[in-house]
Each structure stands twice: as structure tokens, then as C-alpha cells.
């Protein structure tokens, strides 16, 4: 059974960054695809990023185009988000979810297995 395990939350004032890690472990297929996703209070969870197990291919929401970075160490089973010039607008619980097969998304349902979370803040 796959688990993921994020870390790296925290409070942080506006224009600052913050890297989540995204950690696996146990059984997943040959190919797959880590997401990273958010929800706020009383809004729906949002699609951040996503990048394949090979780490050669990415894809960002429109919110976060040009100030998130995905990443995946090569080899290893941890991805990161790193996150630069956070704004009050990003503050959420941050989800990592993994699905089989290597197709890009950001469709929550798409993804079927998924970590616990992490808060992150961004308020002055």
C-alpha cells in the first residue's frame, strides 16, 4: 500500500517561499504521477502541479505559473514543491496525491492515493 507524507509547512509573511517535500513509500506502479494540491477554508481543493515519475515533465495551475517550482529528486521517492513570492492567497492545508500512469492532470479524482497534509500560512 503507497504512503505520502508531506512536510515543510509553516507560517510565512507575504513574498516569502517555502519547499514542501513530498515523501513515498511502499508499493507504486512502474509509472505514475505525484500531484500537489490545496484547499482552503470552505473553498474546493485546487490543483497545483504535477510531475511524472521521471521527473521530465511538469504542468502548474494558472495561480502559480512563474512563482512554483516541482521537482523530484532523481532515483528517489521525494517530491518537492518549492514556493517563491507566496501571497495570502496561497494559504491552505497542501496535499501530495499519487496516481498510476505517467498522463499529466490536476483533477483531484485522477489521483488515488494521498498524504495528510501540511498547513501553510502566508500572512504578515
Known amino acids: 500500500q503507497l504512503q505520502l507524507v508531506e512536510s515543510g509547512g509553516g507560517l510565512v509573511q507575504p513574498g516569502g517561499s517555502l519547499r514542501l517535500s513530498c515523501t513515498t513509500s511502499g508499493f507504486i506502479s512502474p509509472t505514475y504521477a505525484i500531484g500537489w494540491f490545496r484547499q482552503a477554508p470552505g473553498k474546493e481543493r485546487e490543483g497545483v502541479s504535477c510531475?511524472?515519475?521521471?521527473?521530465?515533465?511538469?504542468i502548474y495551475a494558472d495561480s502559480v505559473k512563474g512563482r512554483f517550482t516541482i521537482d523530484k529528486e532523481k532515483g528517489k521517492n521525494t517530491v518537492f514543491l518549492q514556493m517563491n513570492s507566496l501571497e495570502p492567497e496561497d494559504t491552505a492545508v497542501y496535499y501530495c496525491?499519487?496516481?498510476?500512469?505517467?498522463?499529466?492532470?490536476?483533477?483531484?479524482?485522477?489521483?488515488?492515493?494521498w498524504g495528510q497534509g501540511t498547513q501553510v500560512t502566508v500572512s504578515s
Open positions: 510531475i511524472t515519475s521521471s521527473g521530465g515533465s511538469t
Open positions: 496525491a499519487a496516481k498510476q500512469g505517467a498522463r499529466l492532470t490536476l483533477l483531484a479524482a485522477d489521483f488515488g492515493s
